[in-house]
């Protein structure tokens, strides 16, 4: 069988999509406007991400057929954002600094929204791979200065009423005493079940679960990687996009919902090749499940759109020992464990050479490596950096940093309205063209919660 040919079951669903429902972008401007918005955002994800992963499981992705246009991610203050200001801009149309949710940068409220649409009478969700107090989930449900208060953020998201809350990060959650990190003492499983959430932790109670509000934490801290995740323990991300999407389009007035694909960038962050091409592909199937229910429900818009880019990655590495056009994302598919499992089994006592031979399929280590992989320490620029390398210089990929940079991100976008994203646009149009779409007043709920804020600060 032909790439070609092995390419048509990917682009059947993307093909569909556009017979049926004229995605803007494709076919003209329309003046409809959507009844609900899915937003999806996968954390760190570049061009070269989409590349590298599209090469790696050998078809087009289905993000390919509503591609619209960029984004551009700077913060307020600099050219290279973080998650924090990135999804701030998303959330709330507005800049801001990083590490700061949901606050402009002199840390008054910036309303979200989600909080709009919830004030209108629409359901709100909130879908992660990461902890769900996590920045990006956290900016649209939370005003903090920091991002690292999560605990904090676990208190605003219940007392928002988001109806769906699916991710990681039940340790916020929970009090020291049970195993959680709150030192407050309070449990918020505990006080979400009397608040009317039905409280989930695994795949099988997500899939029994028919009515929100539901609170599902499925781990301690993020949810494993796609390339690692128990598949009878973890739902995936496709999996929770499809319980939420269920569950939130009971409300007849529609919805608004945040979808993240968080551990995309993470891998990027530890230089993982084959755990971020994964973590691509994973998002990908979500955003196929996401355009399947805009497809039947004709009153959905569908965004997609990172943050920002994470790690500088090259598809193409040259070297003095290889040609200029050399690329090898086929050893890429052999990969069966992230690098970060991969050096916990080391750091377990496991044979180095026997880890990376089955979980890589590397069986021939040079003397260099074995020592790097000896020598190696704790922390992202160690073991797993060196294991990262190790799959990174045979498929012939490469990388320029451990953090963010500075490019333009991908805009993807299909349904009533889709039209507003075409060309490039700066990162807080995303949240001003959601806003418009739904009707939704950002600047009077921004008031009006300064306001408020401003009240308790009297008394």
Wanted: with cysteine.
């Amino acid at each position: 069988m032909t790439r070609f040919e092995r390419s048509i079951g990917a682009i059947a669903l993307a093909a569909t999509l556009f017979a049926a429902g004229a995605p803007a972008g494709a076919r003209g401007a329309t003046a409809a406007r959507p009844r609900s918005v899915i937003l999806m955002i996968p954390d760190g994800c570049g061009w070269s991400s989409m590349a590298l992963a599209r090469l790696v499981a050998g078809r087009p992705l289905v993000l390919d057929a509503i591609l619209v246009g960029a984004s551009e991610t700077h913060p307020v203050d600099g050219l290279i954002t973080d998650s924090a200001a990135g999804a701030t801009a998303f959330a709330s149309g507005v800049k801001t600094r990083n590490y700061e949710v949901g606050v402009t940068p002199d840390l008054r409220p910036a309303a979200t929204v989600l909080e709009a649409a919830r004030a209108r009478g629409l359901s709100t969700g909130l879908v992660a791979t990461t902890r769900i107090t996590d920045a990006t989930p956290a900016a649209f449900a939370a005003h903090v200065s920091s991002r690292y208060d999560e605990t904090d953020i676990a208190v605003q998201e219940l007392d928002h009423r988001v109806d769906v809350l699916l991710g990681g990060g039940r340790r916020e959650f929970l009090p020291a005493a049970a195993g959680g990190l709150r030192k407050d003492g309070r449990d918020l499983t505990d006080e979400a079940r009397r608040a009317g959430y039905t409280l989930i932790t695994g795949r099988a109670q997500l899939a029994a679960a028919v009515t929100p509000p539901i609170l599902g934490l499925f781990a301690p801290n993020n949810i494993s990687y796609e390339i690692d995740r128990d598949t009878l323990a973890e739902p995936s991300l496709a999996e929770m996009t499809r319980k939420a999407l269920a569950l939130l389009a009971r409300n007849r007035r529609g919805f608004f919902v945040m979808v993240e694909g968080s551990r995309v960038d993470h891998a990027a962050h530890q230089r993982d090749p084959a755990t971020h091409a994964r973590e691509v592909l994973a998002y990908d199937d979500a955003v196929a499940v996401a355009l399947e229910f805009a497809r039947r429900d004709a009153h959905t818009l569908v965004i997609s759109v990172a943050d920002h880019e994470t790690g500088g990655l090259s598809v193409g590495l040259w070297s003095e020992r290889d040609s200029t056009t050399l690329l090898k994302p086929e050893m890429l598919r052999g990969v069966r464990e992230s690098a970060s499992r991969m050096a916990d089994e080391i750091r377990g006592g496991a044979a180095a050479d026997e880890v990376l031979a089955r979980g890589a399929g590397v069986t021939d280590l040079s003397a260099e490596e074995r020592a790097a992989l000896a020598a190696g320490g704790p922390g992202d620029r160690g073991l797993i950096g060196t294991i990262g390398a190790i799959e990174s210089r045979r498929a012939d990929v490469g990388w320029t940093t451990w953090w963010h940079t500075g490019v333009d991100v991908g805009l993807y976008a299909w349904g009533p309205g889709a039209e507003r994203l075409r060309g490039t646009h700066e990162n807080t149009d995303v949240g001003r063209v959601i806003a418009d779409l739904l009707g939704l007043d950002l600047e009077g709920l921004t008031a009006r919660e300064r306001s408020a804020t401003a009240g308790a600060g009297r008394r």
